[in-house]
């Protein structure tokens, strides 16, 4: 048997080794690939340690078209993704009232007035942006609490009042914008009666642990007219009247509803976008 002969000798061979390695570790210590889409490979990670800075590969956030505020003239436009609740045409198909039935409010040219017994969404929520338009009668009638009393009832169960609060004398945690009967607006921004007003909400829904444990309570921050009347708030529990009742898991979602408290108030262009985790599809 004819002895295995390396090509170009030994020496030959070992020259071609040390290349080979001297190759190899000029590419470990060359920078990485440029990435295909903007951004940067090889950077440190973040703290919560799923992405890297700039991270070529983090996904892009969907592309939405901004809406417009609405005016006394008319009413704003939504953003390209929000879920129209409350539009220009007479469609109350997304709403019932607390029992099933099918809406009695009125609505007229794009405006809903306030009738009897509360109005709810068919469908449930848990975490969105949700905005609102409301006006109360020019013609005032009563005063305090008896003057454009209703309501926003996040998940049902959490308040954000509205009244008639311009010149209008009640107690702090009643007014206008205020988490009714806990937390009152960090400042009165009611237009005058017969004005169209905006409530603007970001909204959390409390989280529940171990089936029943809360975790995190309700957490919202509202504009009021633009104006900012709560950041980043909690609800002590679920909205009532002169009591206080405690956290439960069927609070964790909920619909969306108008209170009715006997008063003449309108609605238009109310709309709601869903809120996703960062980075959720």
């Known amino acids: 048997m004819n002895p295995l002969r390396l090509p170009y000798g030994l020496p030959g061979v070992v020259a071609i080794l040390v290349l080979t390695m001297r190759l190899g570790q000029a590419e470990a210590d060359s920078p990485p690939a440029a990435p295909t889409k903007p951004g940067f490979t090889g950077t440190p990670l973040q703290a919560q340690g799923t992405w890297h800075i700039h991270d070529a590969h983090r996904p892009r956030p969907p592309v939405v078209v901004p809406g417009q505020c609405g005016t006394d003239k008319g009413p704003g436009r939504p953003p390209s993704d929000a879920e ?4 220009q045409r007479p469609d109350l198909s997304k709403w019932e009232h607390e029992d ?3 809406p009695t409010w009125l609505m007229k040219g794009g405006v809903l007035q306030t009738g009897r017994g509360a109005l709810q969404t068919k469908q449930v929520y848990r975490d ?12 005032v009638k009563g005063d305090g609490q008896a003057r454009g009393n209703s309501g926003v009832f996040l998940l049902g169960k959490f308040e954000v009042q509205v009244l008639d609060s311009f ?4 107690y ?3 007014q206008a914008s205020a988490l009714y009967g806990q937390v009152p607006p960090l400042v009165n921004a009611a237009l005058p009666p017969g004005r169209w007003q905006t409530y603007d909400i970001v909204f959390r829904a409390p989280r529940f642990v171990d089936g029943n444990k809360l975790e ?22 679920p909205t009532a009247h002169k009591s206080n009742p405690p956290y439960t898991p069927e609070d964790a979602q909920g619909p969306l509803r108008l209170q009715d408290h006997g008063n003449h108030v309108l609605f238009r262009n109310i709309w709601i976008r869903p809120l996703k985790a960062y980075d959720e599809p």
């Open 84 to 87: 129209v609740l409350l539009g």
């Open 100 to 102: 099933g039935a099918a």
């Open 128 to 139: 969105f942006q949700l905005h609102v338009e409301w006006a109360t009668p020019k013609d």
């Open 167 to 170: 010149e209008n004398e009640t």
């Open 172 to 174: 702090a945690d009643g």
């Open 216 to 237: 995190s309570p309700a957490i919202v921050t509202v504009l009021h007219n633009g104006v900012v009347t709560h950041a980043g708030a909690s609800f002590f529990g």
